[in-house]
């Protein structure tokens, strides 16, 4: 398991439509999404192996959620880690929308 002495730092990547985790410099996570209008639907988050066990998915998804929020766009949690995520925390809860159908069919015209 890889051990790091500094902090990990998030970083929105716009023309990947990911956030990454970073580790000394290095990509240890990502969280996907893909904005539709006002709403930001992430479909999927991972984490190295390398990394497992550190709790960088939280930290990843945390500052995520929270740059949605100073964006002033709205959640869509189609990845189940950011669902599981939102439910243990509801000062997102004014900002999230229900995973629908047509969310669903977009995303997946969205992704090829």
Request: glycine content about 8%; aromatic content about 8%.
């Amino acid at each position: 398991m890889s051990r790091s002495s500094a902090a990990p730092v998030v970083q929105r990547v716009d023309f990947g439509h990911r956030y990454d985790i970073l580790v000394d410099g290095r990509r240890a996570g990502l969280t996907a999404y893909r904005d539709r209008g006002e709403q930001r639907v992430f479909f999927h988050t991972e984490v190295d192996d390398a990394y497992a066990g550190q709790g960088l998915a939280a930290q990843l998804v945390q500052q995520a959620l929270v740059d949605v929020l100073q964006a002033g766009k709205r959640i869509v949690p189609v990845c189940p880690y950011v669902a599981k995520f939102l439910k243990r925390h509801d000062e997102f809860a004014d900002i999230t929308d229900p995973v629908t159908p047509d969310v669903l069919r977009w995303l997946e015209t969205e992704l090829g």
